[in-house]
């Protein structure tokens, strides 16, 4: 991945600026850094893209041209069936512009905020001519189905997320200690309660006894007598709310459900990556230079989204997660663990003599000191500072009025 590379846009280039929409692209040919035409319209469909060929390869041949670049905004997820069209006909090269530069940059034309299509299209076109691009990300083989893998992988995570702060947010109301019981509320024996006793008064007419073979039985013997005897303490001094248990217990039910759902997919999905992983020809998560651009590609597709600069791909560690963070389940994707560079040198007799407490003190007493002599020098009046000449000595030093030294001086 590129970010800004003119070698693409040489004499004799056809530019091509697409402002991407859903339904209808506009776009723009510049030729020379000049306009070539009005901007006209692309339908979102296979007779639209063909005629957008024809008509391509028509100026192609009117103006004489060499090559065509084939520029657009990364529009969300609109862009790629027109990018992935172009690319494959291998009539010309796709780039895209980031959206951030495309933003700051439509007043140049016309010195207005307006935003639309045509508009857009102008602006890319020229952003383009001018070497301001990166190529398109687009993937192929078993890393678009890694990536499909990861962006499902990175939803889910995001959804189990979502439905864990709301079961937390209705076990604070109805039984604020249930966390004090269970530290994971994910955990085999904090969902088996979560489904059959879900609420105080529903745990404390079970026997303790009863309570604890259940809980062995769900957790593989993990959890047994000491837990069960600290949940009915805990259900009996509860402080949670005792109205509307029907309607809570069946939505704390139903999120229970629904986290099963996405730990069992989330678990497949991770046993597909890996299988993927293993087709690519990488070893203990090590990626070839074809993986770094994958992992470049993913780092720019969440760029792009909120309309970050660009990174080039040197920028990507040689062994990192799919989704930039270590994965749970490490023996499955045989990712190894990165270690953290000791400091060396006057750092390290630093770190290694005082503690951080006492670096953030001895800073904090700078600074006052600091701060005291400034405030002095505000007060002391300009005219007693410069009739005063301090002398040095081996004794000391002492200071004299301008006068007094002028006197000793003539004497």
């Not at 879900?198 to 593989?220: G, N, R, S």
């Not at 509860?238 to 809570?248: Q, T």
């Not at 389940?329 to 560079?341: F, V």
Request: hydrophobic share 35%; proline share 3%; net charge positive.
């Amino acid at each position: 991945m590129i970010t800004k590379d003119a070698k693409l846009i040489q004499p004799k280039t056809v530019v091509v600026g697409v402002g991407i929409a859903k339904r209808v692209h506009w776009a723009t040919v510049m030729y020379e850094g000049m306009p070539v035409g009005k901007a006209f319209a692309i339908r979102n469909t296979r007779e639209g893209f063909e005629n957008l060929l024809f008509t391509l390869n028509a100026l192609k041949q009117k103006l004489g041209a060499h090559s065509i670049v084939v520029g657009m905004e990364p529009t969300g997820h609109y862009f790629k069936p027109l990018a992935y069209f172009l690319a494959n006909t291998g009539m010309c090269q796709v780039v895209l512009v980031n959206p951030y530069h495309v933003n700051r940059s439509k007043e140049f034309d016309d010195n207005s905020l307006t935003k639309n299509d045509r508009k857009d299209a102008r602006v890319i076109a020229r952003l383009v001519s001018q070497g301001n691009y990166f190529f398109a990300p687009l993937n192929y083989g078993v890393w678009a189905e890694l990536r499909n893998s990861n962006a499902e992988r990175l939803q889910l995570i995001k959804k189990r997320w979502q439905l864990k702060n709301q079961l937390t947010t209705i076990l604070d109301q109805f039984f604020p200690e249930f966390a004090d019981v269970f530290k994971d509320i994910l955990g085999k024996g904090a969902i088996y309660i979560l489904t059959h006793y879900p609420f105080p008064a529903d745990i404390l007419e079970v026997e303790e006894q009863t309570l604890c073979e259940e809980l062995k039985e769900a957790t593989t013997n993990r959890v047994g007598q000491k837990r069960a005897r600290k949940l009915r303490e805990a259900a009996s001094h509860s402080i949670g709310i005792k109205e509307g248990l029907k309607g809570a217990r069946n939505q704390v039910y139903h999120l229970v459900e629904q986290l099963e759902l996405i730990q069992r997919q989330i678990k497949d999905v991770e046993i597909k990556m890996a299988e993927q992983i293993e087709e690519t020809g990488a070893k203990e998560g090590r990626l070839k230079s074809e993986g770094k651009q994958f992992w470049s590609a993913q780092r720019q597709d969440n760029r792009q989204q909120t309309g970050q600069a660009v990174t080039t791909a040197t920028d990507v560690p040689d062994s990192a997660g799919i989704s930039g963070q270590k994965p749970r389940d490490e023996e499955l994707l045989q990712i190894p663990d990165h270690k953290a560079r000791e400091p060396t040198g006057r750092k390290a007799s630093i770190n290694s003599g005082s503690s951080q407490d006492d670096q953030g003190n001895a800073r904090g007493m700078q600074k006052t000191r600091v701060l005291r002599w400034k405030q002095s020098r505000q007060r002391t009046p300009r005219r007693q500072i410069a009739g005063c000449i301090r002398q040095k000595s081996h004794s000391g030093s002492k200071r004299v009025s301008k006068d007094s030294s002028i006197r000793a001086a003539n004497g």
